[in-house]
T-cell receptor, first 109, second 114 residues
Framework: GQNIDQPTEMTATEGAIVQINCTYQ??????LFWYQQHAGEAPTFLSY????GLEEKGRFSSFLSRSKGYSYLLLKELQMKDSASYLC??????????FGDGTTLTVKP | ETGVTQTPRHLVMGMTNKKSLKCEQH?????MYWYKQSAKKPLELMFV???????ENNSVPSRFSPECPNSSHLFLHLHTLQPEDSALYLC?????????????FGPGTRLTVT
């Protein structure tokens, strides 16, 4: 099975940088996804990592270390609209994705 | 607009009722999913369909019955539900089951069982 761990809540200041960590233990690994979910809305895709290293996409970057079972999502130049829940999800076999509990990020002025 | 629609958006039903949730994707994807999202709990995968065939049933009680008549439509038939089944039910689709394909989620159906 899969076990995914990420912090429950984080708070940061507008304009700052925040790093959201995700650790996982898995019996099958076909990549790691990050999704953003605003309150009352559907999750939306942010990033995908399957090889070790950093993937950069605008203000958002995601890092993966398969040997350590570790990933992080880095958000730069934080904006108020970045306040949301960030979900780490590990893709296993047969299209099965297991999600973490999500990290609720609050951006303050 | 993500290209995945769900109806109804809100549903209140008694434990003896029978109802159905509908999901439609307009993205030309081959895989579709049902998830349950409860308060304080992570997204739980319920069912996975690929090209209209069920490939995953994640130990879901039989009071939830999925149906995939074609690759664009997915239903979740509900009967004799329990109050603990109250949750947000999310439908998602992806291009395929391949590992790199992200999922596109619908807005969800907020279900309350009384």
């Amino acid at each position: 099975g899969q076990n995914i761990d990420q912090p429950t809540e984080m708070t940061a200041t507008e304009g700052a940088i925040v790093q959201i960590n995700c650790t996982y233990q898995t019996s099958g690994f076909n990549g790691l996804f990050w999704y953003q979910q605003h309150a009352g809305e559907a999750p939306t895709f942010l990033s995908y990592n399957v090889l070790d290293g950093l993937e950069e996409k605008g203000r958002f970057s995601s890092f993966l270390s398969r040997s350590k079972g570790y990933s992080y999502l880095l958000l730069k130049e934080l904006q108020m609209k970045d306040s949301a829940s960030y979900l780490c999800a590990v893709r296993g076999n047969a299209g099965k994705s297991t999600f973490g509990d999500g990290t609720t990020l609050t951006v303050k002025p | 607009e993500t290209g995945v629609t769900q109806t109804p958006r809100h549903l209140v039903m008694g434990m003896t009722n029978k109802k159905s949730l509908k999901c439609e994707q307009h993205l030309g994807h081959n895989a579709m999913y049902w998830y349950k999202q409860s308060a304080k709990k992570p997204l739980e995968l319920m069912f996975v369909y690929s090209l209209e065939e069920r490939v995953e049933n994640n130990s879901v009680p039989s009071r939830f019955s999925p149906e995939c008549p074609n690759s664009s439509h997915l239903f979740l038939h509900l009967h004799t539900l329990q109050p603990e089944d109250s949750a947000l039910y999310l439908c998602a689709s992806s291009q395929d089951l391949g590992r790199r394909y992200e999922q596109y989620f619908g807005p969800g159906t907020r279900l309350t069982v009384t």
